[in-house]
């Protein structure tokens, strides 16, 4: 595998590979970004992955300084996977000047549910994805469903702009315990880790609930908004802080009227809440 940090020294390895396969990451990999690597393979050849922890997506208050770096254990899992060249800039190579130039989602996107409690945050990740895209030009790229709406957000961004890049989704990894895998585990503590599978299992409840009342004549917005109340007391009684659990459509990620539950319109449930100092999220479809 090339280790590449140089956008110049990337372009000149890549040159004439018309079907590069890619998967942006911010490092501290697990099973989770490994599967992405691997369906990445189905969807082209070479596959290049990036590691950068990209700090236009982190507020003021968040991880950023503390995020986990741990770039020798994660290039070993790459070159095991078949990984061509990984793309790992320095924030000089990638921001050499102050990245004045952002993307910004549309509101009714980038600012409900993640966008709400994170402002700002698509807009990093929406400019740090575009300029990755236009350094490793990729034919496809891989994005997890874990970050449900960050796949839609910049799924949309490629259709708005025309970009040539097939966005493919893949699957969330879970533990066997059925919590999601995620870099930010690793804050958990030993309780904490055993508590984390309450949110998955509160999704479920809400996703069995749906399933049962919908048939119900009747069920509407209201018994929607009631379910999510119901699932936020139950994670802030266990001693959660969830900052949001909803139903919305996976179409646009937006709450569905009495009419479009009555024709069974497509439901996703999301939710993020924070166990101790760990913020963590999830999200089931319906
Ligand atoms: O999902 C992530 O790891 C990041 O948001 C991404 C897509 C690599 C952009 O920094």
New binding site residues.
């Given amino acids: 595998m090339k280790i590449i940090s140089n956008i110049q020294d990337l372009r000149d390895q890549l040159r004439g590979q018309n079907r590069v396969a890619f998967v942006?990451?911010?490092g501290n990999l697990h099973e989770g970004h490994l599967s992405l690597m691997r369906l990445a393979r189905q969807h082209g050849d070479p596959v290049v992955a990036s590691i950068?922890v990209?700090r236009l997506?982190f507020g003021p208050n968040e991880d950023f300084d503390k995020y986990p770096r741990t770039f020798e254990a994660d290039v070993a899992k790459l070159e095991k996977e078949g990984v061509y060249i990984l793309f790992a800039p320095e924030e000089k190579d990638l921001y050499p000047e102050p990245q004045e130039y952002r993307i910004e989602p549309p509101h009714n996107l980038g600012d409900i549910l993640e966008g709400e409690f994170r402002p700002g945050f698509f807009k990093g990740?929406c400019t740090?994805?575009l300029k990755l895209f236009s350094c490793v030009q990729p034919q496809a790229a891989v994005?997890g469903k874990k970050?449900y709406q960050?796949l839609m957000v910049i799924r949309r961004m490629c259709q708005q702009l025309a970009l040539p890049v097939d966005i493919v989704p893949a699957e969330t990894v879970r533990a066997d315990d059925g919590l999601a895998l995620s870099s930010r585990n690793g804050y958990l503590s030993s309780s904490e880790r055993a508590e984390a599978i309450q949110l998955i299992q509160t999704l479920k409840q809400v996703q069995s609930e749906v399933l049962d009342q919908w048939q119900k004549a009747g069920f509407g917005a209201k018994d929607i908004a009631a379910i999510e109340a119901q699932a936020q007391e139950y994670l802030r009684g266990r001693g959660w802080k969830p900052d949001y659990v909803a139903i919305r459509k996976r179409r646009d990620l937006l709450s569905a009227s009495d009419s479009e539950l009555a024709q069974q319109e497509a439901l996703v449930v999301l939710a993020a809440a924070k166990l101790g100092n760990t913020r963590l999220i999830d999200n089931l479809e319906i």
Avoid: E, G, S
Wanted: charged share 10%; net charge negative.
């Fill in positions: 942006p990451t911010m950068f990209n997506q990740v740090v994805v994005f970050d960050q």
